[in-house]
């Protein structure tokens, strides 16, 4: 998973790429429980390019994209929304998965 590090490296990535936005804070408890398998979901949905977004460090991408709980992802194909899983509620992995699966076909 890469770390957004700038607007302009977001806006090349979603325009060039299939990307899968993780919106997160280091502070969030229901963030730290989903990332022992993040990486198991990177392997099985190796078409995506995932994200990590710091929810503080871009609160304006947030609520450009009315990201208001976390942790939460958007998926981006072709430049568009392809599909979000946004909630302020605990995710599993189960649930992220059926997503994932939804998004990729």
Same mark, same amino acid.
């Given at each position: 998973m890469i770390t957004l590090e700038s607007d302009q490296q977001l806006?090349?990535?979603? %325009? *060039?790429?299939s990307v899968i936005?993780?919106?997160s804070a280091d502070w969030c408890p229901d963030c730290r429980v989903i990332e022992p398998f993040?990486?198991?979901?990177e392997e099985k949905y190796s078409q995506?390019?995932?994200v990590y977004v710091d929810r503080d460090q871009f609160i304006h991408v947030c609520? %450009? *994209?009315?990201?208001?709980?976390?942790?939460?992802?958007l998926a981006f194909r072709e430049g568009g929304e392809?599909?979000?899983?946004?909630?302020?509620?605990?995710?599993t992995?189960?649930?992220i998965e059926a997503f994932l699966t939804k998004v990729s076909g």
């Open positions: 806006k090349e990535l979603i %325009e *060039n790429e936005l993780l919106f993040l990486p198991e979901l995506w390019t995932f609520a %450009e *994209n009315d990201i208001f709980g976390i942790p939460s992802f392809a599909g979000r899983f946004v909630s302020k509620d605990r995710k992995k189960e649930e």
